[in-house]
């Protein structure tokens, strides 16, 4: 069955997908997007935040279709023996305030969720249905999948917005509340008040395994509000597996998951931050950078986008370095020690490292120092080759 044709078909929905769609439309208005998303609404069930000075001009310009949080007195961090509040403003954007914006945003013929694609070429794609689009240009914006070829850890988190019944008295996010007890993974609290009355409070574990305990993380909310001395109820939750990428065959892996012609984007083709898993400034700037690719010729596209791929895995090395050195070298119950340790840098360098954009010296200021790990853990860990990312997540 046909289905007609568009000039480019994104299939993925979320956030990489969908900024791409929004910055193609925005910059060749002339162009047919047609945004294929498998579930019933773009974004999923996630919540994206970053600080103020991640984007430029272009990107704040982009990200103006969406509603969303926005805190103008810093945030601060919490650790055993330190606690430190920093200028930089922050930012969040909630997945159903992401929907509600690509639906605005976008020609409604341009939005097609609910539409499971069964197969993509670079000529076009193929719904579970049997209906064929035709295309001159497929980008896969899908989400990423465990390889073989990558090693690495995990990020693990189940995240509640609270509704407190009087108010928390929390004036700023808190991006790391690592005060809280540390099992075998770097745990953090992660805080965001919405509110006089409502907060989003998040916990999260850089683990060895991606098993995600639901009962045991609400249960460790639950008395963490009941510590703060908030009495609340759950209006909406979240969880997340995201893998932490510490190094492997980047080429092997595009290799595996890459169909010829088709510009493979996204975490899919991974364009994330390694170490962090912050994504949305990585995400900005590749939606606007494919929008002027696409301005040329299109079918140079999948070959635009490989190549951009290729630079950022090579610019983004020494996070993957970093995140070696925290799984490898680290105790699982002593990982904290190394973000304390980071926490303690200029605050421009690491509002520079959350966005990939880390200057030589950054880098080198990273690691001078007393290092937070064993010296023979360190040399171990950077002789090893890791743990492939091949667990599989939740089931």
Known sequence: MTGGQTDIAIVGGGLAGGLTALAIHRVNPRLSVAL???????????RWSWFEGDLDERGTELLGAFKKAEWSGGNEVRFPSYTRQLASNYRSLDSRDF???????????SIRPGSRVAGLDAAGITLDT???????AVIDCRDAVPSEHLTGGWQVFLGQHLRTDAPHGLARPVIMDASVEQPDAYRFVYLLP????????????????????????????????RDKGWACEVVHEETGVLPVITGGDFAAYRAELSTPGVAL???????????TSYTLPIAVDNALAIAEAASGDLSQLAGAVEERAQQHWSQTAYYRLLGKMLFDAALPRERYRVFERFYRLPEPLITRFYAARSSPMDKLRILT???????????????????PLVQGTEP
């Open 194 to 225: 919405l509110g006089h009355d409502e907060i989003f409070v998040e916990d999260t574990y850089y683990s060895d395994s991606p098993a995600l305990d639901r009962e045991c993380l609400r249960e460790r909310i639950s008395t963490y509000a």
């Open 369 to 387: 120092g007393r290092p937070p790990v064993a010296i023979g853990r360190a040399v171990k860990a950077l002789l090893g080759k890791g743990t």
């Open 36 to 46: 294929f998303e498998a579930g019933d609404s773009f974004g999923g069930n996630h």
């Open 265 to 275: 984007s996204g975490a899919r083709g991974g364009f994330v931050h390694p170490l």
């Open 130 to 136: 049997g209906e064929r689009i035709a295309a001159r």
């Open 99 to 109: 929907d509600e914006g690509m639906r605005r945003a976008l020609p409604q013929e």
